[in-house]
């Protein structure tokens, strides 16, 4: 007999996120209302610092709105990393503009400001930070290599809701940042995403492009788009805020007990004043495709983030050469970390993976 499948995310939604939707519908106010209004005002409480915060309808709107909003567009060129997600490359081809990737730094799995400041040409408007796995990148380097070539920063922070650097919550470190609601992240709100900007000049362009150009209705200022979050969204998204601490402590929690017990793989590293929220918890082992299939065949939920990096899928084809991000690729694996794991289920994939034999590396 197999044991109970482990899986990789389940949804936490309650009777209070069910309570808050069925509230929005009871009003009939579905569209820009008071939710909206309040889960942005939350949001930038709970999260950032108090920087505003503008509620939009996915992370990657969250980041083309940023982008068009802090002026990057055609003829721009924006350094981002190759291992992550494709929209973060994504949201810079659709302002306009045109991504240029750099290598990561193997221990953050964030952008290395070492191949940043090489890939910075007369171009260069911009750089894309992303806190891959709820890891905050290295933003005391990366934003001196900024500030030295008068780059914006736009933070790509749709993996790590909570996460802190040096007491600084990620988010509030760059000129411009992202955050995504779907379905798999730290907080959901089904589909959504936040704007977050330093500037309120900045904050007023991304408002206008989320709504048509306008602020009041039918005077259009700018060409816009329909990015608007829904009220039901905002509405589950506020329930979801105030139950994040607890949910980002229990994944620190599980991150602690497979540091502590994981024998046969290389855990994730953790800098001096960087705390992790463990979006995802990320493992190198050279064996890493047995050790997938061993995890497979134990029921357990484990996958691959990213299995081909972003400058090698066939919607860019660069020819770029990234070899730790080459190198990440074919090492890495994510273990179940969701809050719900019992003590019994993390000890179950720590005794799966130690049963590799061998030793870490
Ligand atoms: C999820 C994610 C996005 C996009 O967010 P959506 O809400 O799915 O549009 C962008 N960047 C990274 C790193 C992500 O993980």
Redesign the pocket.
Known sequence: MTDARIAAVVVELGEEEREAALGVLTSGKLVQGEQVAAFESEFSEALVAGAECIAVN????A?HLGLIAAGIGPGDEVIVPSF??A??ANSVVMAGATPVFADIDPASFGLDPVSVEKAITPRTRAVMP?H?YGHPADMTALNTVAENHGLVVVE?A??SHGALLDGRPVGSLGDVA?F???AT?NMTTG???MVVCRDPEVARRVRLLRNQGMERRYENEVAGLNNRMTEVAAAIGRIQLTRLPAWNARRREIAAAYDAGLTTVVAPPVAEGVEPVYHQYTVRSSERDRLLEVLAAANIDAAVYYPTPTHRLPSYGDPVLLPETDRAAAEVLSLPIRPGLTDAEVDRVIATCNSLGGSRG
């Open positions: 996915s992370g990657t709107s980041l992550t997600f929209a973060s992303v891959l790509d749709c993996q992202a995504s609601f779907y992240k589909e959504g995403g």
